[in-house]
C-alpha cells in the first residue's frame, strides 16, 4: 500500500481540525486573554522576543512577551508605548533582578502606569512587593459581588514549592505594607485575599536559557496536580491553569503537552531562530543547523559567583567551554594578581583579546553609570573584582552574538534548548528548514495544526484503525495551504 500522510488521509475535515486547534489547550484560557490559540511565545532576553515578534504572534491570536530583561529601561518604556496601540493582547516580562532592584521596581511601576495589563513573572524565588503591587493594582468588586482582577500575572516556574505561592493570595504582610504606603486601600487589600497571585503557571522544563533541566513529562503533572490542589484549599471563584514550556517546537511535542491537560504551550528557542527575533542573521543561521545534541550547559553571566548555569549552543561556538574556564579560574583564585603568569597571558590573548586591566576599566565605567555599588564593593573586594571582569566577557558574548560580530563569532552566546534540534529534524527538507522564511507565526501555526492532527491520528488509533507510520510524519505546509485548515 502507498504510505499516506496524515494530510491526504483526511484526518478529519479541515473544519474538524480548525475546531481540534483551537479547542487544544484551556478554551476559557483564550477566551479570558482574547486569543484564539492557546500558544505562548515566551519572553526572550535583550528584546530577542522584540515587538515585530510580538506584533506577529498577536495578529495571528496568540500571545508574545517582550523580553525586556537586560534592556535599558527607555527601550522597555519604548517597546511598550508602540505596543500600546496594538488590537491583540500583549506581553512583557517581568523578571526578578536581585542585583538590579531598583530596575526591576521602575518597570514594575512602568508596566502599572502604561496599563500593561500582562507580564510573564520569572526568575521569582518568592513573592516581592512588587509583584503583589502589580496583581492588586486597581482590583474592585463589582455590584453583583465580582471580584475583578485587570492586571493578570502568568508565572514560569519549575519548582512545585514556588507554582505553591504563586497559586496561593498575595501574602499579608505584603498587602499590609501596600496598604501602609497608600498603593492600594484597606478594601482592596480585602478583596486581594480571594485571589490567587497568578491564575496561569508556566510549568518550565528543559529550555533554552535558564533552566532546571527538568524532564517536562515528570514536572508538569505535579504542577498540573499543584493547581487542583490549591484550587481545592482557596476554594477560588476561578479556574487554576498549568502551562507547559520547555522542549516544544514539534506537533508531537505540543499534541503530549495537551493531552497532559497543559492549558497552553509556551515557546522560545524555536522563536529565536525566525526572522522577527532580535538577533543577527549569523546566529538565525547558527540555529538552523543545530541538531538535537547541539547544546550544553554554561556559566550564566548574572549569577556567576554562585554557579548558576544557562542552557546555550555548543556547535560553532567555544562560549560554553571558554566560559567554563573562567569560572574554574573564579573557584580556584582569590583575585586576579593571583592567577598565574601564564594563565593569564593565555586568557587575555584567546578569550578576552585585550588585557584585564584594559576590560577592569571598561567595566568600572560602566557600573559608574549603572550602578556605583558594584564598583565600591570591588575595590574593597578583589574576588568580587575578578567577577565582573569574567562576567564582562558573558555579557559581551552575549551581545556580539546579538549584533552579528563577526570577528567574535568563536564567542558567541546563544541561549538555546535541545527544543531547537527537534525542529530542525521536523522541518528538513521543507521551505522552513533554512532560517529565511521562519516567521513566528507560520512555525506557530504549523506546529498547531500538525498537533491537532496527531490529535485526530490518536483518536483513530484508539479506535482500532492502524494507521501507518508515515501517517504520522506531519509534514510543515506553506502558508496559503493552513488558511484552507484555519479560516
Ligand atoms: C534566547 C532565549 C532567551 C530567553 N530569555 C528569557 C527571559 O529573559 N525571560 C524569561 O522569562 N525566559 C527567557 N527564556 C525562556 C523562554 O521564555 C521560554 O520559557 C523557553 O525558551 C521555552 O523553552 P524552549 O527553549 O525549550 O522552547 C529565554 C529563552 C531563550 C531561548
Redesign the pocket.
Known amino acids: 500500500m502507498e504510505a499516506l500522510s496524515i494530510q491526504n488521509y483526511e484526518l478529519g475535515t479541515s473544519e474538524s481540525l480548525k475546531n481540534i486547534c483551537e479547542r487544544l489547550g484551556d478554551p476559557g484560557f483564550c477566551s479570558d486573554l482574547g486569543l484564539r490559540y492557546p500558544y505562548l ?6 528584546g ?2 522584540s515587538v515585530a515578534m510580538v506584533e506577529e504572534l498577536g495578529r495571528a491570536g496568540m500571545l508574545g ?1 517582550f ?4 534592556l535599558p529601561f527607555s527601550v522597555v518604556e519604548a517597546a511598550v508605548d508602540r505596543l500600546a496601540s496594538a488590537n491583540f493582547p500583549c506581553g512583557f ?1 517581568l ?1 526578578h533582578s536581585p542585583q538590579e532592584p531598583d530596575l526591576e521596581k521602575a518597570l514594575t511601576e512602568l508596566y502599572i502606569r502604561k496599563g500593561v495589563r500582562i507580564v ?4 521569582f524565588l518568592a513573592l516581592t512587593l512588587n509583584l503583589v503591587r502589580y496583581r492588586t493594582h486597581g482590583i474592585h468588586r463589582l455590584a453583583d459581588g465580582t471580584i475583578v482582577v485587570p492586571n493578570r500575572i502568568i508565572a ?1 516556574v519549575s519548582r512545585e514549592e514556588l507554582a505553591e505561592k504563586f497559586f496561593s493570595p498575595p501574602p499579608e504582610k505584603l498587602l499590609m505594607e501596600l496598604v501602609a504606603e497608600g498603593a492600594i486601600t484597606a478594601e482592596q487589600a480585602e478583596l486581594a485575599a480571594h485571589i490567587p497571585m497568578a491564575q496561569e503557571i ?1 510549568a ?8 532546571d533541566n527538568r524532564p517536562a513529562l515528570a514536572l508538569f503533572p505535579t504542577i498540573q496536580s499543584v493547581a487542583v490542589r490549591m484550587q481545592a484549599k482557596y476554594g477560588y471563584s476561578l479556574k487554576l491553569r498549568a502551562g507547559l ?5 514539534t506537533p508531537a511535542a505540543a499534541a503530549a503537552a495537551f493531552a497532559m491537560g497543559a492549558a497552553y504551550i ?7 531562530s525566525c526572522i522577527e ?1 532580535g ?1 543577527s542573521d549569523e546566529v538565525r543561521k547558527m540555529l538552523a543547523e543545530t541538531r538535537q545534541a547541539d547544546v550544553s550547559m554554561a556559566p550564566a553571566a548574572d549569577m556567576f559567583e554562585m554557579g548558576v548555569t544557562v ?1 546555550v549552543l555548543k556547535r560553532g561556538t567555544m562560549f560554553p567551554m571558554r566560559a567554563a574556564k573562567l569560572y574554574e579560574i573564579y573557584r580556584a583564585y582569590a583575585c586576579i594578581d593571583d592567577i598565574p603568569a601564564t594563565e593569564r597571558d593565555k586568557l587575555e590573548k584567546t578569550i578576552f583579546q585585550v588585557s584585564l586591566n584594559d576590560v577592569w576599566q571598561n567595566t568600572r565605567s560602566f557600573f559608574m553609570e549603572r550602578d556605583p555599588r558594584q564598583v565600591e564593593r570591588a575595590e574593597r573586594d578583589p574576588k568580587h573584582l575578578m567577577a565582573l571582569v569574567f562576567r564582562w566577557y558573558l555579557g559581551q558574548a552575549a551581545h556580539w552574538a546579538k549584533d552579528g560580530e563577526s570577528s567574535r563569532k568563536i564567542d558567541y552566546q ?7 534540534g527537534a525542529f530542525n529534524e521536523w522541518v528538513s527538507g521543507s521551505f522552513l528548514e533554512g532560517p529565511a522564511r521562519r516567521a513566528v507565526s507560520i512555525v506557530a501555526l504549523n506546529i498547531l495544526l500538525g498537533a491537532a492532527m496527531l490529535t485526530r491520528a490518536n483518536i483513530l488509533r484508539y479506535q482500532g484503525i492502524q494507521l501507518p507510520l508515515e501517517a504520522l510524519n506531519v509534514k510543515p505546509l506553506e502558508y496559503t495551504q493552513i488558511k484552507e485548515y484555519l479560516s
Not at 523580553?67 to 537586560?70: D, K, L, R, V, W
Not at 514550556?245 to 517546537?249: C, D, E, F, S
Not at 546563544?414 to 531547537?420: D, E, L, R, S, Y
Open positions: 511565545g515566551g519572553s526572550m532576553a535583550k530577542i522576543s512577551f523580553g525586556a530583561a537586560g516580562n523578571i510573564e513573572a520569572s526568575a514560569k508556566t518550565e522544563a528543559d529550555s533554552g536559557g535558564h533552566t514550556g520547555g522542549g516544544i517546537a509556551m515557546t522560545g528557542s524555536v522563536n529565536q527575533s538577533t542552557q546563544v541561549w538555546c534548548g535541545p527544543a531547537m
